[in-house]
């Protein structure tokens, strides 16, 4: 019975990261939730690699620490679908912690797949800013290319028209136009 829930989570989080649409989002950070090891929502790496009945010794080495949720309320959808009003992002915590911050205030999320950056919005003269430093790229466009200011903040506009660039020049080449 043991093997089966641990089977089951391990498949359920294989779903949810299957199914995990590509978004980049503006919104209000609404919570962030740390997580234990071997809660409902965070499954034991170890666990989910045990050997199932050969009856060999084994180890398991893991530095993480837990996982991380953050919850936001979905303003903008800049890229892609969001799916809600509210959007959730998960993952593990790495060996140097939690990569979301207990920040309650505007941001914007990017999630590639299972890859999921964030960085404070900064709104200057109307315009919305980023980190770059902390939302490192968008669709393989580095935003340290684009120039950040003496505050590490990039226009957020010049990110996605760069990306729109990369994407038409991606587009074009698919087709043998370039």
């Not at 060996?95 to 207990?102: N, V, Y």
């Not at 800013?129 to 466009?141: D, F, H, M």
Request: aromatic fraction near 6%; charge should be positive; include cysteine.
């Amino acid at each position: 019975m043991n093997h089966f829930k641990t089977c089951m989570l391990v498949l359920l989080a294989f779903a949810a990261q299957a199914s995990a649409q590509d978004v980049l989002l503006a919104g209000k950070a609404q919570r962030v939730v740390l997580l234990a090891y071997g809660t409902e929502e965070c499954p034991d790496p170890c666990v989910a690699r045990a050997p199932q009945s050969d009856g060999r010794q084994w180890v398991c080495i893991n530095n993480g620490g837990g996982c991380e949720r953050m919850d936001v309320e979905v303003k903008q959808v800049l890229l892609g679908e969001a799916g809600a009003t509210r959007r959730v992002f998960k993952k593990g915590i790495g060996e140097w912690g939690p990569s979301f911050t207990d920040w309650r205030g505007e941001v914007v999320v990017n999630q590639e797949g299972d890859r999921i950056s964030w960085s404070p919005a900064h709104l200057r003269g109307g315009k919305t800013y980023i980190e770059s430093k902390k939302l490192r790229s968008i669709r393989n466009v580095k935003t340290s290319d684009l120039g950040p200011d003496a505050d590490d903040l990039v226009a957020l506009d010049a990110v996605l028209d760069r990306v729109s660039q990369a994407d038409a020049r991606q587009q074009r080449r698919s087709i043998g136009k370039e």
